[in-house]
């Protein structure tokens, strides 16, 4: 009988490439862009992160699955890519703790999986020719029909997503005494995220991502959230809109990836498709203010138009990628808000940044 592991699979991307390895996971057909995250640990809190929603995830580090499964291992309530690559995906585990395989967690997901890829070849192609679309298939082997099937793959570049990964149901986290209050837009929030703010004494509501401005200070806030998600930010006007409205309400506002982009399209700063995007968690980010430099778990394939920025006198940068020079953070200069284009939850990742939490905080009090 042949094994799973020894079933073929075929990658194939939109100009053309193809790379050939080994079936893992689910058996059958995906599609969505390909990206890569340059993180050793932490992939079960990756696959589970909703700002992944329509992506196929490389991972870098060549072996993935070696400690296995643990349920509170998780930023949602499952995992959220479209499909993953990578060079060593482990059918066995570690970790004592752990209660099931990778191999296991991605057929329950119904997520499908190609392994023995060269993801070094694969991540220097993608770096030199940027972001598309592909597909993996461990059932169709005819190249043509994976063609006409990439085809029917939609560009991440204008597709609007937060919508689909929002809770659809209103909750309440925190304690109910509490004097400070802050109402949640939930565009595809990571559940690390509201445990930073719940720990820090904040009692939250979190809202659909089409919530209105009346119903949102209808829990009489201290301060508004704008969640990270997927998708293109250009593509949600009716969240552009909300948050204007949420800004002009003059109380403190903290907005996080998606967050960050929708204050600065809020405020008449553009957003674009970057050629490859940060996914990470080991990118070097200056704080303006400080001086100091921050090691930053990101996910994001859109960034802020740094020439708008710079060019607008009532936004101030307060953080910059030292890899790429690209504007990480800024801050309103006529009202308490702030947004930072990284994750300072950093689930998986480095605790440098926890401090905005705190800062979030002390404008609300």
Known sequence: MTSKLSKKAVLMLADGEEFYGKAFGKTGVTTGEVCFNTGMTGYQEVFTDPSYTGQILIMNNVHIGNYGIKDTDVESDSVKIN????RNLESDFSRFQATDTLDAYLIKNNIIAIDDIDTRALVTHIRAKGAMNCVISSEIFDLEELKNILAKCPDMDGLELASTVSTQEEYELGNPSSALKVSVLDFGIKKNILKCLVERGIHVRV???????????????TGYFISNGPGDPAAMPYAVETVKEVLDEKIPVFGICLGHQLIALASGISTFKMHHGHRGLNHPVKNIITGICEITTQNHGFGIDSKAVLSNDNIEVTHVNLNDESIEGIKLKDRPAFSVQYHPEATPGPHDSRYLFDHFVSLMN
């Open 207 to 221: 809202h659909p991502a089409k919530t209105t401005l009346k119903r949102l200070k209808e829990f009489q806030p």
């Open 83 to 86: 499909g993953l690559i990578a």
